[in-house]
């Protein structure tokens, strides 16, 4: 038998731990979001639109529901932020459409748009990442970092919620890839499996600036490339080769690559 003094100790955790939903129920539902809008994943497809209007209801009325259980953390009600939230689904799945056709343009072994969503870990990834961002938006707290900590369990990719990205966004392969919570991204980049886009420190100071890199419009990062630090820029349609180090800003139009050991840069 336990000891007494431990059992104690344990119900005054359980005693003081506040309310929060389960994480299965989080999962289930984000899950059917996604299937929802990509049935291309799904094994059952509605057939009618009243049918499709009553699951978009059974959504909205299970995202309120998980908020309530949180109520008391969150910056406004439950019923404010899942309206808002909800407003923000056709945008996130205009989003997901450009990160498909930027898979599918962008990968010489992807034949269709079915392929991409149904086997590619880069469009699993962001979808949930996707809608993770809508609701790190929206100041719901855990619920954003449970959502991306899924996907990176199925995928081995770890984007924070925090993150901005923008359109036609690629993940070559995608395993290892790290994304931290400020880094920025334009439009039309493309990355490879092992990249991390991460901090020059993690000192708990750092907390709220800007820890992570920018990253312009048109960029190619190669696999095993370590971007580090808040300041740094790396500028439009650059190419970043692979296992390169960078911890300073490059130009515009720059190209960064090892060769025999050293590392060349072309501006």
Known sequence: MLPEKFLAELLNRHAQTRS??????????????VLTLFPEQARKHVQQLDELRLVWESIENGLESLLHDMADVLPDTPQKITERYMGRIQGIYKLLLTDVEAMVNG????????????????FYALAFYRLAHGLHAEKV????RILTEYAHSKTGIDIHPGAQIGQYFFMDHGTGIVIG??????????????VTL???SVDKSMASTKRHPSIEDGVVIYSGATILGGETVVGANSVIGGNVWLTRSVAPNTKIYHQENQKIIES
């Open 198 to 200: 991460g901090a020059l």
């Open 20 to 33: 929060f939903p389960a994480t299965s129920d989080i999962k289930k539902l984000f899950t059917k979001i």
């Open 141 to 144: 707290p855990l619920i954003p």
């Open 107 to 122: 990968d010489p072994a992807a034949t269709t748009d079915y392929e991409v969503i149904r086997t590619y870990p880069g």
């Open 181 to 194: 919570e400020t880094c920025i991204i334009g439009e039309h980049v493309k990355i490879y499996q092992g």
